[in-house]
């Protein structure tokens, strides 16, 4: 499996953006996505998933309300709709691939996903 993460670019706070992840694999529609970020030298922090199946989504505390995380099974894409952006959001951010998970299930534990895309760079100004 290869994700193919963009969308990333420089914003002002407010503002509106909108992250999207290509797979390839033949069994899109049975992998738990989600995305993370990383800032700086830290570690990553979960951001959302979305199961497979009926699509059950969760959302890190930080971003609930703003943040949206959608699947497109038909072209093997999830994409994180990202509104009123603040500058602590600024980080870069990827997508990862569960291949290996029940349905329905959502996954937080980055160390759940096998697959990860190159990361996308999303810079908020104040």
């Known amino acids: 499996v290869q994700l193919q993460a963009s969308g990333g670019g420089l914003v002002q706070a407010g503002d509106s953006l909108r992250l999207s992840c290509v797979a390839s694999?033949?069994?899109?529609?049975?992998?738990?996505m989600g995305w993370f970020r990383q800032f700086g030298e830290k570690g990553y922090e979960f951001v959302a998933a979305v199961s497979w199946g009926d699509g059950r989504y969760y959302y890190a505390d930080s971003v609930k309300g703003r943040f949206t995380i959608s699947r497109d099974d038909a072209r093997n894409m999830v994409h994180l709709q990202m509104n009123n952006l603040k500058t602590e959001d600024t980080a870069v951010y990827y997508c990862a691939a569960d291949p290996e998970v029940l349905k329905f299930r959502v996954v937080s534990d980055r160390t759940e996903y096998d697959y990860w895309g190159q990361g996308t760079l999303v810079t908020v100004s104040s």
């Open positions: 694999g033949r069994s899109f529609s049975t992998y738990a």
